[in-house]
């Protein structure tokens, strides 16, 4: 089974540009969620998404950044406009069910760097 | 809120040797579990093992095992007979086990080397 797909993969910009991270959860699972991690601020959750629908977007940095779901398979994470201080790797992790002890399984992430 | 504490940056561990790796945590939740997962350098993070807070045995996962005090306020990851692929960070995470709970909170992890 093909687990969570994330593309693309390295992505490097200009300070400015808009920036598109894509995200196809596991088949089947309903919860998604964005997390960014740095060194400095370790693994932190962006939003959470359940059946398509964002349920916390605390994390989300500023309005720069926004996330869609527009159905099951598929979401995106956008920044616009970058910022070198947004060079991170961005997770994408999808799980089934809404039980605490289900497992959230991540995607390769995605590095992106800002310049 | 909920805090993890990884208190070791860096450990090495002789090849074939079992190492153990730290994790406190602070909450207010009666309830709640506790997962592993496993950063190799290749970026990807792995899920190892879960123990939730009510389970009356320690969690074991093939060759980790999760070595669970309550009292403490741990949740140690043993792993045996250490295997050069084992060399990766290693981060703890806390989420309230309850239906509909999504908040982890990671720690900020430990880099295993393993020597051969």
């Known amino acids: 089974d093909a687990g969570v797909i994330q593309s693309p993969r390295h992505e490097v910009t200009e300070m400015g540009q808009e920036v598109t991270l894509r995200c196809k959860p596991i088949?089947?699972?309903?919860?998604l969620f964005w997390y960014r991690q740095t060194m400095m601020r370790g693994l932190e959750l962006l939003i959470y998404?359940?059946?398509?629908?964002?349920?916390?977007d605390s994390g989300m940095p500023e309005d720069r950044f926004s996330a869609k779901m527009p159905n099951a398979s598929f979401s995106t994470l956008k920044i616009q406009p970058s910022e070198p201080r947004d060079s991170a790797v961005y997770f994408c992790?999808?799980?089934?069910?809404?039980?605490?002890?289900?497992?959230?399984?991540f995607g390769p992430g995605t590095r992106l760097t800002v310049l | 809120a909920q805090k993890i504490t990884q208190t070791q940056p860096g450990m090495f561990v002789q090849e074939k040797e079992a190492v153990t790796l730290d994790c406190t945590y602070d909450?207010?939740?009666?309830?709640?579990?506790l997962f592993w997962y496993k950063q190799p350098s290749s970026g990807e993070m792995i899920f190892l093992i879960y123990?939730?807070?009510?389970?009356?045995q320690n969690a074991t996962e093939g060759r980790y095992s999760l070595n669970f005090q309550k009292a403490r306020k741990s949740a140690n990851l043993v792993i045996s007979a250490s295997q050069l692929g084992d060399s990766a960070m290693y981060f703890c995470?806390?989420?309230?086990?309850?239906?509909?709970?999504?908040?982890?909170?990671f720690g900020k992890g430990t880099k295993l080397s393993v020597i051969p």
């Open positions: 909450t207010s939740d009666p309830s709640y579990g």
């Open positions: 995470a806390m989420r309230p086990p309850g239906a509909g709970s999504y908040q982890l909170t």
């Open positions: 992790a999808s799980q089934t069910g809404t039980s605490g002890r289900n497992e959230q399984f």
């Open positions: 088949s089947g699972h309903n919860s």
């Open positions: 123990q939730g807070s009510y389970d009356q």
């Open positions: 998404f359940n059946n398509n629908v964002p349920i916390d």
